[in-house]
């Protein structure tokens, strides 16, 4: 790929860290990657989900210069990938694929020493990474003595040697407990705290809701919804759901209070009402219950999750 920047001297730290501008991969008639546009910003951890296929582990190994576009250009941390000094950019990249590969006969730290000798890092990193990790008992027992949850915090700890300035982590919880799960993305927050720039890839929507700056949907090689999970949830305008908790005749009452406003429907549940309503309705919803008065004992309002709207842009597309 040809750079259409100056490669005479070093572009400047300014801008997206990430920015992909019309990039496309095809396979003869398959569109693996179509048209992309993407920019991510420093210190945000950037979220990119859709169904197998979409495209999301080709535009991970394009960023990386791992693959080569068909069109289009992305500059990481302003450098042309695929230039003059991208060569030196990438000892900065930290790439922790869906699939880690690991040799078994190697110890724990030996693998990292390998990975750091790779990457041109300071082998004095590797015990602590394996320490940051939650590996530091098992430095010393070979890979293949270690479990799958494990393997992927080892290679993650190979991501993290070099302090990596963008990351690039696909389906990294994959076999990870859930206090390994909660220990991850406390890392990942520490990361993003230092400046580093994070794209992650999940089909655990659910870990990703609260956890992301902003994500992009991808479908058949597009983007096709990009934000914030709030953002994204306006756009989509799925209604929200009210969680009343009342005896069963304020049940009945409350039922009738909101009956008369538009797009809103109701049903009586064992511990009160379940109200579904528009966005928009929402506040004229509260309006209503207000009569209530002490009679409603607790009220919850809930956002339609991730996965909500993840199928709800789905459906739009298909």
Do not use: W
Not at 123 to 140: I, T
């Amino acid at each position: 790929m040809t750079s259409t920047i100056p490669v005479s001297n070093p572009p400047a730290a300014e801008g997206p860290v990430i920015l992909a501008h019309g990039i496309s991969k095809h396979y003869g008639a398959l569109r693996a990657v179509d048209d992309v546009n993407l920019a991510v910003q420093r210190g945000e951890i950037f979220g990119l989900i859709g169904q197998n296929g979409a495209g999301k582990s080709t535009l991970f190994k394009m960023m990386m210069g791992l693959i080569e576009p068909s069109a289009g250009e992305i500059l990481i941390g302003g450098f042309a990938v695929g230039g003059r000094y991208f060569r030196e950019a990438r000892r900065h990249l930290g790439y922790l694929p869906e699939n880690v590969v690991l040799y078994d006969n190697l110890s724990g730290l030996e693998t990292l020493r390998f990975f750091a000798r790779l990457k041109g890092a300071p082998s004095a990193q590797c015990a602590p990474m394996l320490e940051r990790v939650g590996l530091a008992q098992a430095a010393m027992r070979p890979v293949r003595e270690y479990s799958k949850g494990m393997r992927q915090r080892l290679g993650f700890a190979q991501a993290l040697l070099g302090t990596p300035r963008v990351l690039f982590l696909d389906e990294p919880t994959n076999g990870l407990d859930p206090q390994a799960i909660r220990d991850f993305y406390a890392t990942l927050r520490s990361l993003r705290d230092e400046g580093v720039t994070i794209l992650i890839t999940s089909h655990i929507l659910a870990e990703l809701q609260e956890r992301v700056d902003r994500l992009a949907i991808m479908a058949a090689g597009k983007i096709q919804a990009l934000g914030s999970v709030q953002a994204l949830r306006e756009q989509v305008n799925m209604p929200l759901t009210l969680e009343l908790r009342l005896g069963s005749d304020d049940a009945v009452l409350a039922r009738k209070a909101v009956a008369h406003l538009t797009g809103v429907s109701s049903v009586v549940t064992l511990d009160g009402l379940r109200i579904s309503c528009p966005r928009e309705t929402k506040m004229a919803v509260l309006g209503a219950l207000t009569g209530l008065g002490a009679k409603l004992l607790d009220l919850k309002i809930q956002e339609p999750s991730l996965e909500d709207v993840f199928f709800g842009f789905s459906d739009d597309i298909t």
